[in-house]
């Protein structure tokens, strides 16, 4: 079955730049979402098809792809952006809607 | 106010089954495909099941595959999520999730979650 991996965690300081990467075969063919979730809650959308940003994120948070690698990047890391962070795709034929990477966990130091 | 809310957890013994509802309100459920995904306590998230708009196309995860079955009545606004031979591994929390229609498969919107605990 088709796999995205991710780090499983990452450490910034408030204010630096924090970056997630995802990697899965299938990236360069399929868009790739990213979404947060804190602790009791659910998950929510913070970029989608790539790059994009939904109205409401703040602009701090980025996307980008090259290759078979996807990154979610958070400029000016703040406290409240403490979190897991999880990528989502498919696999090259679409069947798969939902293959989630196993997470990250940004920590603000 | 867009939402989704979620109910039917609880607690089942393994081989039991137990039937899941997602009610939909504050947009066009007929027009959005569907998900199921669940969380495993400590866990990370796992795509369940996808229906399409009108319900003819459907896909399952390995894992759940010929154990559940996802419908939906348009009528009702509902999404539903049937589980049959309930093993210890499916003791998660289950949340349902709206594919948006402008946002490529991204699911957009996200119900508060219901627990399924799966134990003698």
């Known amino acids: 079955s088709y796999e995205l991996t991710q780090p499983p965690s990452v450490s910034v300081s408030p204010g630096q730049t924090a970056r997630i990467t995802c990697s899965g075969d299938a990236l360069p063919k399929q868009y790739a979402y990213w979404y947060q979730q804190k602790p009791g809650q659910a998950p929510v959308l913070v970029i989608y098809k790539d790059s994009e940003r939904p109205s409401g994120i703040p602009e701090r948070f980025s996307g980008s792809s090259s290759g078979t690698t996807v990154t979610l990047t958070i400029s000016g890391v703040q406290a409240e952006d403490e979190a897991d962070y999880y990528c989502q795709s498919a696999d090259s034929s679409g069947t798969y809607r939902g293959v989630f990477g196993g997470g990250t966990k940004l920590t603000v130091l | ?120």
């Open chain 2, 1 to 120: 106010e867009v939402q989704l809310v979620e109910s039917g957890g609880g607690l089942v013994q393994p081989g039991g089954s137990l039937r899941l509802s997602c009610a939909a309100s504050g947009f066009t459920f007929s027009s959005y495909e569907m998900n199921w995904v669940r969380q495993a306590p400590g866990k990370g998230l796992e795509w369940v099941s996808y229906i399409s708009s009108s319900g003819s196309t459907i896909y399952y995860a390995d894992s759940v595959k010929g154990r559940f079955t996802i419908s939906r009545d348009n009528a009702k606004n509902s999404l539903y999520l049937q589980m049959n031979s309930l093993r210890a591994e499916d003791t998660a929390v289950y949340y349902c999730a709206r594919t948006g229609t402008t946002m490529g498969d991204a699911f957009d919107i996200w119900g508060q979650g219901t627990m399924v605990t799966v134990s003698s």
